[in-house]
C-alpha cells in the first residue's frame, strides 16, 4: 500500500442498506477526515479523527458514523442509506505538524 | 466561520489563451493556510499549492502562478497558455492551522474547459 486507499472504487446500494466505506493510509498520518463531494457544492467535511481513539463532526454529519480503532483506517458507515446519500466520498490525512491533507482516490456512491 | 467563494462556475477558452480563476475567503483566524487543488476527469484530487498567511509573495511554476492578498482575501490562479491538459475542475481550499483547526474549507469549484 502507499498513500491512502478506498474501498470499494464505486457501489450501488438500495436505500435502507446498511453500508461502510473502507479508508486505509500507510503514512501513519495521525489525522484523518472523511468529505463528500457534490456537483455545485464542492467537498464538504463529513467526519474528522485527530488521533486513534478520537472522533469529530464535520459540516454535514447526520446519517454518517466514524471509528478509528487505530491509525491507519478510518472507516465511514451509513446505517441506513438515503438517496441523498449518492456522493462522491473522499477520505484523507494528515501528518501531525503539517497542514496538507492527502486525498484518496475516492469511492462514488449510488443510493437508489 | 472559514468560507470560501469561487464565484466562476464554469470558464471555457481556447487554448493558448491565458485564464485567471479566482478566490476570495474569509476566516478570523490569524495564521491560516491557502490550498488549490485540481481535479482532472480522472476524479483524483492533485494537489497544487500551499500558501500560508504570513507569505504574501505571488508564487510561479512553470505555466502556472499565484496571487495571494491579503488586502482583499484573495488567491487567485492563472493559468498562462492553457493547455487542453489544464482542462478539469479547480477548487480552492482553507485551512485555519493544525491540530483541531486544520480542517479544510473548500470552495465549490470551478470547471475550466480549454478546448483545442
Known amino acids: 500500500i502507499a498513500g491512502i486507499t478506498q474501498a470499494p472504487t464505486s457501489q450501488i446500494l438500495a436505500a435502507g442498506r446498511r453500508m461502510t466505506l473502507r479508508c486505509t493510509q500507510d503514512m501513519r498520518h495521525n489525522a484523518m477526515y472523511w468529505y463528500r463531494q457534490d456537483l455545485g457544492l464542492g467537498l464538504r467535511l463529513i467526519h474528522y479523527?485527530?488521533?486513534?481513539?478520537?472522533?469529530g463532526k464535520g459540516e454535514v454529519p447526520d446519517g454518517y458514523s466514524v471509528s478509528r480503532a487505530n491509525t491507519d483506517d478510518f472507516p465511514l458507515t451509513l446505517a441506513s442509506a438515503v438517496p441523498s446519500q449518492t456522493s462522491v466520498y473522499f477520505c484523507?490525512?494528515?501528518?501531525?505538524?503539517?497542514?496538507?491533507?492527502?486525498f484518496g482516490p475516492g469511492t462514488r456512491l449510488t443510493v437508489l | 466561520a472559514q468560507k470560501v467563494t469561487q464565484a466562476q462556475t464554469e470558464i471555457s477558452v481556447v487554448e493558448k489563451e491565458d485564464v485567471t480563476l479566482d478566490c476570495v475567503y474569509e476566516t478570523r483566524d490569524t495564521t491560516y493556510y491557502l490550498f488549490w487543488y485540481k481535479q482532472p476527469p480522472s476524479g483524483e484530487l492533485v494537489f497544487l499549492i500551499r500558501r500560508n498567511s504570513f507569505d504574501e509573495q505571488n508564487e510561479i511554476s512553470g505555466r502556472y502562478s499565484w496571487n495571494f492578498q491579503k488586502s482583499t482575501s484573495s488567491f487567485n490562479f492563472t493559468i498562462t497558455a492553457s493547455q487542453v491538459v489544464d482542462s478539469a475542475v479547480y477548487f480552492c481550499?482553507?485551512?485555519?492551522?493544525?491540530?483541531?483547526?486544520?480542517?479544510?474549507?473548500f470552495g465549490k469549484g470551478i470547471t475550466l474547459s480549454v478546448r483545442p
Open positions: 481550499a482553507l485551512s485555519g492551522g493544525t491540530g483541531a483547526n486544520s480542517k479544510l474549507t
Open positions: 484523507a490525512s494528515r501528518r501531525t505538524g503539517s497542514n496538507e491533507q492527502f
Open positions: 479523527s485527530n488521533t486513534a481513539g478520537t472522533t
